[in-house]
């Protein structure tokens, strides 16, 4: 065996070896971390990373020819039985269908899009990159469910692209010639049967000149991205995946380079990344660049397994069987929690490679997890999701404790239930900032409730200079530093507001039915300020409310802060002891219930006198809508704060706070706690389908031709008392229930339920259409007038931009209960709206909110419960691409019964 030295640039290298990993107890949170060895490398030196390579080039390539005899094709990522087998499941999976015409209808639209150029506007990107590799899967995907030669045409325009290409941008970032090669074996390799001589030799010529060259010449010289150390980045698993596929795909016509290739890359990447899952499938990068990493670390080790038939043990490194549970528990029900580099907002993943990981682990949870979060990302499958997804799985149930500890970084994850969407739930952060993509928020928190995000990570900022220089200037940006999150900050100063190599331990964390709690030693984050800093979590009052608390002994007297970011509106209290958020109509009250200090407002800017890089220029991101809400105490000796966060589901709710005890006395409430929960809801008497008691929000759609508001009644057991808030002829409010422990009215839980309407696809049978005399709006791009919505023609249209109307005079007041509209591009985006009436044109009724289905460029009808109205507005509120508003026909229909 071949042995391999790669110089590492100048830094110290430091690789976590776990001892031991020890689930405790039921009360304590999963994966738990009991011990830990650190081993140091010196500065300067080269460093042979492995005696010797996992496997040889030639036994690699020795593989392949045997598991691929006479040069079988396709090999990569997908093989003839698979492709048979999804063509099959079109006509019994309803799932696999829909995801297979999806990819087709991302291949017609490919289709007019101009191919590929070599354009670098950045001076260091090579942005084609990613747009060869999407077009090439989804044409790829497209011709080989289809047989069809147009996708066949359109993927060799971008093979011609990228050998034409001067180079793949090897010398400025590998990452794109990595992406390249990604996509130049996937296109070898499927459309291979399809592919002339002449092309296939220069499409090898290209693979091996301008990427397994400059792979092999970048692992020989030590490049940062093939050596593990400290800063592991995802560009470990970009960069051999790239290599690994494209020397797969040429291996047994191109040997000698693919085989030296293979030694190189495979070594790199058993032995880098993918090693970062340990102990417990944690990732330090944050959840969008976990998916990154695990997107090229799937396309790595699904091409090995595919094309050999093995992963030479790779796959069976520490952590990776966990790491689905991290991403599980890392999604809230409002979106993930967003620590690192990942993007603010309500974002749900659609992961893919989870199909991968249950198909290599063997194990169906995974895959369940997958189904789940692909639904409740509201995407569509793709390419991998049909190479991957096991078609006999389609539960989506999940039996995972409620609340998860991970170490490396130090994470504690908390919810009220896996099924409720109004579910609270809470991300915690300790671990340091010295992680690729990482930010200095030990001791961050983020908090759902009620169907909202309240105490929001801001995410990242723009890849400006020197955003990427950690030990100078990165955590002096405000969204990667302590002020830009919901930690506290002591004495702001000019320097670093946290130790950012500190790592810091969640060294407390318990869990049971009733509720959770973890607690964080800071102290080494702060260590210049303090001689102990601790901050705890907990979920409590049957996990509803949160109390996040902080006891600090300071060095000398020292200004403290408190922070907590939020796009909700804030209304401090008069005592300034309280704190209102609202937002969406939802209220969650801030308050202290120990502690010295009061609430005030600032804006999300850095504090003053502290660093601010770039000043407030537009090449960083603006921090629009977001305040956060403040405790400031100056010149303190100790600091003993607690605040509690109590979702306000009624003004009742203001009762529930939480009794105060030191972190010290925290626990659990022991034994079986009954919470008020209904045994059924029913509409006009018959229970609600998919009634489960620990899901508090519900939908129930209005059969059409209803005349009558249903009745909405509650039943619990004896001991609760149930109210209801009964639907008047307004449907568009939430009928609210609430259930109330006889015995303590502070203990309650409260259940809605959206009255909604009909969308159909077909006009109801009997519906008259109603002749509409005028067509006005609020605004109108030229020459798309309203009057256009009326001449029966798709091709005319409405368009306006932005929360813009467009109204409708039927002439006479007239009863009516359905409303047709036709979207332009309504077969590829969903448009949102509402409608309202009125007989005067003056006071108007809210009778709908709408989405449209986004499938179709025919009408769509949206009924409701008869109206009468002389008027019709539909209140735009943009689409699911953009915010422009465009109907090309509206038609409105008498009621009939």
């Not at 368009?799 to 359905?818: C, E, P, R, Y």
């Amino acid at each position: 065996m071949k042995k391999i030295t790669l110089a590492l640039i100048t830094m110290s290298l430091l690789i976590i070896v776990p001892f031991c990993l020890k689930v405790k107890a039921s009360n304590e949170m999963i994966n738990v971390l009991d011990d830990f060895k650190i081993i140091s490398y010196k500065e300067d030196i080269n460093i042979i990373i492995d005696d010797d390579f996992i496997v040889s080039g030639e036994t690699v390539i020795n593989d392949l020819k045997k598991a691929n005899p006479n040069n079988k094709h396709p090999r990569i990522l997908i093989n003839q039985e698979k492709i048979n087998e999804i063509k099959a499941a079109r006509s019994s999976n309803e799932r696999v269908n829909k995801w297979a015409q999806a990819v087709i209808e991302q291949a017609d639209e490919i289709l007019g899009k101009p191919v590929s150029k070599y354009e670098i506007p950045d001076g260091r990107r090579l942005n084609a990159a990613k747009d060869i590799k999407k077009y090439i899967e989804i044409t790829g995907m497209a011709y080989l469910l289809t047989d069809k030669q147009v996708y066949l045409e359109r993927a060799i325009q971008e093979i011609n692209a990228a050998i034409s290409f001067q180079d793949w941008n090897d010398n400025r970032e590998f990452l794109n010639t990595a992406t390249i090669m990604s996509a130049m074996a996937i296109a070898y390799d499927w459309f291979y049967d399809d592919l002339d001589d002449e092309l296939k030799t220069n499409m090898r010529k290209a693979i091996i000149e301008k990427g397994l060259n400059k792979g092999i010449e970048q692992i020989n010289n030590g490049a940062w991205w093939s050596v593990k150390k400290e800063l592991d980045s995802n560009w470990n698993a970009v960069c051999n995946s790239g290599i690994i596929m494209s020397a797969l795909a040429i291996g047994d016509e191109e040997s000698d380079v693919s085989g030296k290739a293979l030694e190189r890359a495979i070594t790199s990447f058993g032995k880098g990344i993918i090693t970062e899952y340990g102990p417990d499938g944690a990732w330090g990068e944050g959840p969008t660049y976990w998916q990154y990493a695990l997107e090229y670390i799937a396309l790595g080790l699904g091409t090995l397994n595919s094309a050999l038939g093995q992963d030479y043990d790779i796959s069976k490194v520490d952590g990776l069987d966990k790491t689905a549970h991290y991403i599980a528990h890392v999604s809230g029900p409002k979106g993930i929690f967003n620590y690192g580099d990942s993007p603010s907002g309500s974002l749900k993943l659609r992961v893919p490679e989870l199909f991968y990981l249950g198909k290599l682990l063997n194990d169906d949870s995974i895959t369940k997890l997958g189904l789940k979060m692909l639904d409740d990302s509201k995407k569509n499958g793709g390419v991998y999701d049909l190479i991957w997804y096991n078609t006999s799985v389609t539960s989506k149930k999940l039996d995972l404790p409620l609340d998860a500890k991970f170490r490396d970084p130090d994470l504690a994850l908390m919810r009220g239930s896996w099924i409720d969407p109004l579910s609270t739930y809470i991300g915690f952060k300790a671990g340091k900032a010295y992680m690729s993509h990482g930010h200095m928020d030990s001791g961050n928190f983020v908090f759902h409730a009620n169907g909202e995000q309240w105490a929001i990570d801001i995410g990242t900022d723009n890849y400006v200079p020197g955003y990427f220089n950690y030990d100078k200037d990165r955590y002096h940006f405000y969204r990667t530093r302590p002020d830009g999150h919901n930690t506290f900050v002591i004495n702001p100063d000019k320097q670093y507001q946290q130790d950012y190599k500190a790592n810091n331990e969640i060294t407390t964390s318990k869990s049971n039915k009733n509720g959770a709690y973890a607690i964080a030693d800071l102290t080494p984050a702060y260590s210049r300020h303090v001689n102990s800093a601790k901050r705890g979590v907990m979920l409590t009052s049957f996990r509803e409310t949160m109390i996040v608390q902080d006891q600090i002994t300071m060095k000398a007297p020292s200004d403290y802060y408190w922070f907590m970011h939020t796009e909700a509106n804030i209304n401090i209290q008069k005592d300034g002891k309280e704190a209102i958020l609202t937002k969406n109509g939802k209220q969650l009250l801030v308050k202290i219930i120990h502690g010295e200090g009061t609430f005030t407002e600032m804006e999300a800017v850095p504090l003053e006198g502290t660093p601010n890089p770039l000043g407030d220029t537009n090449k960083l991101k603006a921090n629009t809508g977001i305040k956060k809400l403040v405790v400031k105490l100056g010149n303190v000796s100790n600091v003993d704060l607690a605040i509690a966060l109590v979702p306000l589901y009624s003004d009742a709710d203001r009762d529930k706070i939480p009794e105060y005890k030191a972190l010290d006395q925290w626990q659990l409430t022991e034994g079986d706690m009954e919470k008020p929960l209904l045994t059924g809801i029913y509409i006009n008497g018959k229970l609600l389908d998919g009634f489960n008691n620990q899901v508090r929000s519900y939908t129930y759609t209005i059969p059409y031709g209803t005349t009558d508001v249903p009745i909405i009644t509650g039943k619990a057991s004896e001991g609760f008392d149930v109210e209801v808030a009964q639907a008047t002829d307004n449907i568009v409010t939430p009928v609210e229930i609430k259930v109330t422990d006889k015995n303590n009215s502070k203990s309650r839980t409260h259940y809605t339920v959206l009255l909604t309407t009909e969308s159909l696809e077909q006009l109801p049978k009997g519906a008259e259409e109603v002749k509409i005399v005028e067509a006005t709006a609020s605004a109108h791009q030229d020459p798309n007038k309203p009057q256009n919505t009326l001449d029966n023609d798709f091709n005319t249209r409405w368009s306006a931009q932005g929360k813009q109307w467009i109204q409708f005079d039927l002439g006479v007041v007239t009863k009516i209960n359905v409303v047709g509209i036709s979207f332009s591009k309504g077969n590829v985006r969903a448009s949102l709206f509402d409608i309202e009436v009125s007989k005067d044109g003056t006071n108007w009724k809210k009778i709908l909110n709408g989405k449209s289905r986004g499938t179709s460029l025919d009408f769509e009808y949206f009924t409701f419960l008869a109206e009468e109205a002389r008027y019709v507005r539909v209140n735009g509120k943009g689409n699911t691409s953009n915010d422009w508003n465009s109907y090309t026909g509206v038609k409105i229909y008498k009621y009939k019964k």
